[in-house]
């Protein structure tokens, strides 16, 4: 009996740890809102609320319309070690060049997926036959309120880059596997290509097991 008890304490245990927690959405009761600051790609906002657990508050909150993101893979060659589509570009609020994935604001009435064609499109030339969502993430929720949606997209297909004016933009394809060395290294300082990378790569090792 000692035995049968032990064995099924471990089981219920066992199946507790596997359930995922539930999510709950909660929302703040905004009392009033003032924009602070209208600039050409974002606006900041100065709230009062009543947040979810009662307590009144006050906050500026940076909004913007989204931004999508793109892992854009070529895998013809090597589908365990697929080559990854990156971009080189200054960034003054990081006051340097940083390697990234393509990616790009929303504009408005445009879909998430429509959104990330057009961005690869017009930043890399690249087009894609296959296209899924990947995951969904807040960059800086504590002041920011930009969702950020990657996309997975497979199928390369080369073509001709639309940069706007202000974009100068240097392309390269990397191998997953160096990819991964230079996140280890801290030559990735990107929060997106970090997320979405490590994401991928372990969602690819659990595939192979």
Known sequence: M???TA?????TTAAKRKKAPKVVVARATVLSSEVVYQGPLFCVRHDKLIEPGGREN??????HNGSVVILAID???NKRDPW?????QY???ANQYLWELPAGKLDAGETPLEGAQRELAEETGYRAKKWRPLVEYYASPGFLGESMKVFLAEGLQPGETNLEDDEEIE??????SELLKMIEKGAILDG????SVLLYARLQGRRKK
């Not at 064995?7 to 089981?11: E, L, P, Q, S, Y």
């Not at 006050?58 to 909004?63: C, L």
């Open 2 to 4: 000692p035995t049968k």
């Open 7 to 11: 064995k099924k304490t471990t089981k």
């Open 58 to 63: 006050e906050r500026d909150v940076i909004r």
């Open 75 to 77: 895998s013809s060659k």
């Open 84 to 88: 990854i589509v990156l971009e080189r």
């Open 91 to 93: 960034r003054h609020a």
């Open 171 to 176: 392309l390269r394809l990397v191998k997953m």
């Open 192 to 195: 997106k290509t970090m997320t």
